[in-house]
């Protein structure tokens, strides 16, 4: 009778294993290496098997990693862009083979979105607007000009074009906010350093601020700015993004003034995504997590607290 043979076939179904193909696009901080554990551990926790891949910044290698996943037919593929064009291609594959994707901390820019299911990650405009509101409050008596540099992260990536607009949109209200420099650091501390150095040198003793798009180029600045025996958080005011462990503890030291909180532990929201998606739910086309930013004022009671 037809309806033991619904029910033999839910219970197969929901015992068959499911198979995520994970193209992570590399291991350039440790928000990233977080991000990394956290899809780890969630795949075992949830009991899918999970095919990783890291792309070491690369965009070729994340193709090549989805064909791949095509190739062994794995039920869903995630993918963490390292930039957000050039995508419509590979995904438009992926679809022609029938998996669904699902997008995971950066954004891609595509016209036709029905190429993904759905895009869990930060709102990382909005985390450019909380750095500048911070800065906004942080300089209220402070008369101008007030000269800002800042540390972006990689070119056309979402975080980077996201930080910097918002970011600007709120500063613009203050015409005396002047930002002096703006280059690309890759999110990693040696390019932060680097960059920050070459700051320094250009801009002498204009520097009151820096924004930097993640913590481990502020780690990277830091060091360039106590080479230069200025003091860092003092003489040159820092607002970083992520949230780290080590940022706390910058903070605590009175050398990063604030952090704009950005989550990389999205393991088990993505594995309830794919469950959600083999068990045929719709999903929303956007899942943001709440995020909150620190300042020194509050980093000696968190620091221990951060789980990365
Ligand atoms: O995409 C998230 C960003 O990428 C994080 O801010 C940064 O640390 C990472 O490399």
Redesign the pocket.
């Known amino acids: 009778p037809v309806g033991i043979v619904d029910s033999n076939i839910e219970s197969i179904q929901s015992t068959r294993q499911i198979t995520l193909g994970y193209s992570q696009l590399?291991s350039?901080?440790?928000?990233?290496r977080a991000n990394t554990a956290s899809v780890i551990e969630s795949a075992k926790e949830a009991g899918i098997t999970l095919l990783f891949e890291n792309a070491e910044q690369s965009q070729e290698k994340q193709f090549e990693a989805i064909r791949s996943f095509i190739q062994q037919k794995v039920d869903v593929i995630a993918i963490?862009p390292v930039v957000q064009s050039g995508w419509e291609p590979i995904l438009l594959e992926v679809k022609q083979a029938g998996i669904p994707v699902i997008i995971s901390?950066?954004s891609v820019n595509v016209s036709d979105s029905s190429l993904y299911v759905t895009f869990i990650?930060?709102d990382?405009y909005d985390e450019g607007r909380k750095a500048g509101k911070y800065l906004l409050d942080k300089m209220k008596d402070k008369p101008g000009p007030i000269g800002i540099v800042e540390l972006q992260?990689t070119i056309d990536?979402?975080?980077t074009v996201d930080r910097k607009n918002g970011f600007r949109e709120i500063i613009a209200s203050r015409s005396d906010l002047k930002i002096l420099k703006s280059r690309p650091a890759n999110?990693t501390l040696e390019e932060g350093k680097r960059v920050m150095e070459s700051f320094l040198e250009e801009q002498n003793n204009d520097i009151d601020v820096l924004f930097s798009?993640?913590?481990?180029m502020a780690l990277g600045a830091i060091e360039a700015i106590e080479q230069v025996g200025l003091r860092p958080g003092i003489d040159i005011v820092i607002i970083s993004?992520?949230g780290t462990r080590k940022s706390f503890e910058m903070m605590v030291e009175g050398k990063i003034n604030a952090v704009v909180e950005?989550n990389?532990l999205l393991g088990m929201n993505l594995m309830q995504a794919v469950k959600e998606i083999m068990g045929g739910k719709n999903l929303p086309k956007r899942i943001v997590l709440p995020e909150s930013i620190y300042t020194q004022a509050v980093a000696e009671r968190e620091v221990n607290n951060r789980k990365y």
């Open positions: 590399g350039e901080s440790d928000w990233r963490s901390d950066r990650g930060s990382f992260g990536s979402s975080p999110f798009h993640n913590d481990d993004v992520d950005c990389p």
